[in-house]
Every structure is written in C-alpha cells, then in structure tokens.
C-alpha cells in the first residue's frame, strides 16, 4: 500500500514538471555551457595580449619619446647653480670682503640604511659633530627627507666625507664670505648670513647689487639621487657686482689702531673715528670701539655691531662754533674787529651762560681760542632765529648726509620758531642740536673748501655734483684761520697739533643727557680739524664716549688722536708738509 502511493505521486510530480515545460539538465547541456565560457575567456585574454601589445608598439615604436621623456624624470634633474657673490675692494683694490667655495652637507634620512655606523661616525668626527647627532637629526622627524648635518664645510673636509660613500648623503656647493680685513673695517663692510644674504653694513645696503642671479644646469642622477654627471647647463650664473669704496684701507687701519689705543687707555664707553677728503667728500676711513671680528660672530651682541661713527648721534658741543662765526660774518652781523666781553657769566632770562674761566675782552679769533660760550652766545643772539637755524641747515644738521649706509642717522636741530634766547644761546656752543660724526665730518668741509659744502660718497667717485656753496671764499678762510690757533699755546687743543704740517680745528666737551637732564661726570670728548689749514685736504672728526681714566676735555682725550691720525693719513697720501715739525710740549689746560 505505501509503495503503490509512492509510485503515485512520483507520475503525479512528473506530470506537474510536465505541465510547466521544466527538465532536469542533462550532460549535453552541461557541455555546452562549459564551452561557451572558455570562448568568452579566450576571446577576453586574446583581446587583452592585443590591447598590450598595441600598446607596446604605441610607446616603442609610435611615441618612442615618451618612454624617454619617462626615464628622464626619474634620472635627468635640474639643479640651482650658486652665483658668486661680488667682492667689496677699497679705493686701491685690496679686498675687504671676498667668497670662497664651500659645500654644505645634508641628507635623506630616508636612505640612510643601518650598517653603517662606523662610517657615519667617522663622518661626525671629521665635522666636529658630537657622537649620535646624526641619529638624533634623522629620529626628530621619521617622515623627513631633508636635513643638514653641516653648513659652509671647507672642500678638503666635504672631499674626505665624500671619500666615505654613505649612501644618502649629499653635497651642495655654496660661498662663505671672507673678511681679510677683520675687526678694523668691519662695522663698515658688515657681514652675510649662511646663507650668503647681506646682514649688516654695506653687505645689507648693497645686498641687491652684490648678490648674483643663480643658475642652472640638467645632470644625471643614479638610483639613490646622487649626481653622476653633468648633462647641460641650462642658465649661466651671473656673478654679483663688484663694490669699490671710497675707504683707503691704509687709513682705515692707521685710524682704527689710534682710536682703539684712546679707547683702552681712557676706559671709554665706545669711540668713533671719521676721515673725509675735503675737496670731494668721499669718506677715506670710519672707524668705531668696540669692534668685533665678522669672520668670527659667536657670543656677539647686537650692540656691537652698529656703525657708531654713522648711526649714532651726540651733541656736538664746541665743535659747533667756527660755524656760528662764519654765519654772523658771512650775513654782516658781525665784524672782523668786533670785540666782546665775556667775564665769565651771561645771564640770559633766568638763566645763566657760565665760561669755565673769565676771559675778558675777547676779538673774534679768541672767541675760537678760548671757546668762549659767553662770547659765543651774544653772537647767536646778533642774529635772527630763522637766519641762524638756516645756517645750520644748510650745514647739513638734522638731514641725513645720503651715504647709503643702512641705518643713518639724521640727527635733530631744534626748530627756531619754539626755541627761546636761552636755547638760542646753549644752540651756539652745541647743545640742542645732535648730529653723527659723520655728519660733523661733513659740515667741516664749509670751511675746509673755502665754503662749498660737499656731499659725503661711501664709493669711490671723482668729483662731488652734489656740492653747494654755503659760505664766501673770505669768511671761510677767516674763520678757518682763527681756528689755527686753537691748536696754538695757550688754545684749547695743543696737543691736536700735526707734525709738518698746519692744522686748524675745535674741541668740544660735551655734558650727556640723562632722564632727568644733563648728567655730571658723563662726557663726550670730541675733535673735530682739518690739515694742512692753508689748503685743507682732510678732515678727521673723533668722539669718545664717557672717557673714565680721569680727563675727559676735548682737546686731552680726542686732540691727540686727531694728531696722529691726520699725520699718518696725509703721509700715506704724499702730501707735501707745508711747515718745520713741531716739537710736542705737553701742557695741562681746561677747556671748554
């Protein structure tokens, strides 16, 4: 019974089967279905050997190039070609800032491979590196592809480095900047950073002009990036300009020996020198204490580096004098013959101008003598307040004098319409007004070149375009004869007398400003003269800053050094003397 039911609904399942037009795959279909797939994936793997082989015809033998341009990626680079930087010369040609090949040393943490800390050690040694500071520079970033392991190595030392052929490290040839000249120019020439960029001195102010247009060339690189050969220059290097001073290295050197030996002796704060030529203002020497060596910078401060003889300012003092005179001359307020009286005092409101001593009557030449304020004070008086603050103008007071050194200073001069009889007065003898040693240098040239005030010329030129008269033939040899005698006995500034030579100049002792006003015991010692005083051809401005030693007087402290400089200088210039040598007599004097 169970097996006749069973037959039944099998025929009865059959027949459903049936009635839907369904079948069981047989072995023939099966084939089929195998067959057609292995033609698809025949027909796909054919098309794809057709595809590539197409395209390696393409790019071997259609588009060749391409493959090429491809590998000259990854092998052919292009590199900077470091420009040389332009010398710095003085007027003769010798140099004072020169760049000599180096190379710089860096690597590719990346391809530093372990194995060799042998060679990478002795790579440390021959740069003076301390042990594991490579390790160190290649854990700060593990991502890094880049860092310097040394700056400005000299080629003798890169060479052996290189002898160690460590893989990823590499070389980069660049310039450091040589100062032959060291401390005695270097406030004037300044100084390049690593990177061969001007920082300071003329190195900065002429940066564009010194610095070069870098080139470039193609080379060939192997596998681990190292050049293996050069293909093409692309771009020539253009060397920077050279720059030719006006300085006469010879000078530099004479004035910067004498005021450091003034520096020492009298404790000073700083000190600055200037030595202009007085028939065409071009500066032969600026020289300033404490220096400081540009080749070697460690442990500097900023401090050291300004160029005091040009940057800084200070009162002039006395030194101011002579042109007083020659503006009261020159506009007819004064005569030659006039006589003054002095007595020591000059009330002024209720305030009181003081001489050191009392002088008396003075004439016009013992006002400059003397350095008499009193006497100097009624002549500023005599005349009116925006004729006299002209007059200084004109000089160059308050405007900066347009030598293109970076950072000049344009001192101050008091405008005359807020300025009362005493300042008037205490503007005479040089306080209220400030000015830089260049800029006293400067105005000196009034009187050294019969009235032509000349522009001042840090390059070498052959003569002053710029130059303007200020004051007549007459009064200028007048008062620059009065000044003789200031280096007479009996003057201010004896001992600012030059050896076969005349010479003509004014001392200044200068009380400094404080916070709460003038300062006692705290002193600029100035001088400033020009020779042979007949026929000037240099000017020496100096300025000691808060000589300590004892003496602080003008004609004590910065008259001596006046007279060595000015010897030395017009010696090294062949100029011929124009009186028997004097022989020195020391005297001991107050001025003021």
């Known amino acids: 019974m169970i097996h006749f039911q069973g037959k039944n609904k099998a025929r009865k399942l059959g027949n459903n089967f049936s009635g839907r037009s369904h079948r069981f795959p047989t072995d023939r279909d099966t084939s089929a279905i195998h067959d057609s797939r292995r033609k698809i994936v025949v027909v796909f793997i054919m098309a794809c050997m057709a595809t590539l082989v197409g395209r390696a015809f393409d790019l071997q033998v259609l588009n060749k190039q391409f493959l090429k341009d491809q590998g000259d990626v990854r092998h052919v680079s292009d590199v900077k070609v470091e420009a040389y930087r332009g010398m710095i010369k003085d007027r003769n040609g010798a140099p004072l ?44 970033d593990v991502h890094r592809q880049f860092a310097y392991i040394a700056r400005q190595v000299s080629p003798v030392i890169a060479d052996q480095v290189k002898a160690l052929k460590i893989a990823g490290i590499y070389f980069e040839r660049e310039f450091k900047r040589f100062y032959p000249a060291g401390e005695v120019s270097a406030h004037l020439v300044g100084f390049t950073n690593i ?114 003889s040009i940057t800084d300012v200070f009162e002039p003092g006395s030194t101011i004098k002579p042109f007083v005179v020659a503006a009261a001359l020159d506009g007819g307020y004064i005569k030659p013959d006039d006589l003054f009286e002095t007595h020591g005092v000059y009330p002024i409101g209720s305030h009181v101008v003081r001489d050191v001593h009392d002088y008396g009557t003075l004439d016009l030449t013992g006002v400059l003598k003397k350095s008499s304020n009193v006497a100097v004070s009624q002549i500023a008086l005599s005349m009116p307040p925006e004729y006299f603050w002209n007059a200084y103008h004109r000089l160059g007071f308050g405007v900066a004098t347009g030598s293109g050194f970076p950072g000049e200073a344009s001192g101050s001069l008091l405008d005359y319409q807020h300025r009362s009889d005493f300042e008037t007065a205490t503007l005479s003898f040089g306080y209220g007004v400030s000015a830089s040693a260049l800029q006293l240098a400067r105005a000196y040239t009034a009187l050294a070149d019969n009235g032509i005030l000349h522009s001042v010329s840090l390059l070498r030129r052959d003569e002053d375009v710029d130059a303007q008269r200020v004051f007549s033939v007459k009064t200028a040899k007048r008062v620059r004869a009065m000044m003789e005698t200031v280096l007479m006995k009996g003057g201010t500034a004896y001992e600012a007398r030059v050896d076969g030579y005349s010479a003509a100049g004014k001392t200044g ?49 910065s008259a001596p050094v006046f007279s060595k400089v000015m010897e030395g200088a017009l010696r090294v210039l062949e100029v011929a003397p124009d009186q028997q040598d004097n022989m020195p007599i020391l005297l001991t004097r107050q001025e003021s």
């Open 97 to 140: 800032a020169i760049s000599t090949p180096v190379e710089s040393i860096w690597m590719n943490p990346q391809q530093i491979k372990p194995g060799k800390e042998s060679e990478i050690r002795q790579m440390e040694k021959l740069l003076n590196l301390s042990k594991g500071k490579t390790g160190e520079l290649i854990k700060a």
């Open 509 to 557: 002792t200068v009380k400094k400003a404080g916070t709460g006003g003038y300062v006692e015991k705290n002193y600029f010692s100035v001088f400033a003269g020009m020779a042979p005083a007949k026929n000037p051809r240099l000017i020496v401005v100096v300025m000691v800053d808060e000589p300590s030693a004892g003496q602080y007087y003008g004609g004590i402290v």
């Open 195 to 308: 990177d061969d960029i001007g920082q300071a001195g003329l190195e900065s102010g002429y940066e564009k002009l010194l610095k070069g247009i870098p080139g470039s060339k193609r080379v060939i690189r192997d596998g681990q990036r190292r050049i293996i050969a050069d293909v093409e220059n692309i771009k020539e290097p253009i060397a920077g300009r050279n720059l030719e001073l006006s300085i006469d290295q010879r000078i530099q050197y004479l004035a910067y020996r004498e005021l450091q030996l003034a520096f020492n002796l009298h404790k000073a704060k700083s000190a600055a020198l200037v030595v202009l030529d007085a028939k065409s203002g071009e500066i032969l020497a600026a020289v300033n204490q404490p220096s400081f060596n540009p080749n070697t910078r460690k442990s500097l401060k900023e401090s050291r580096y300004r160029n005091r």
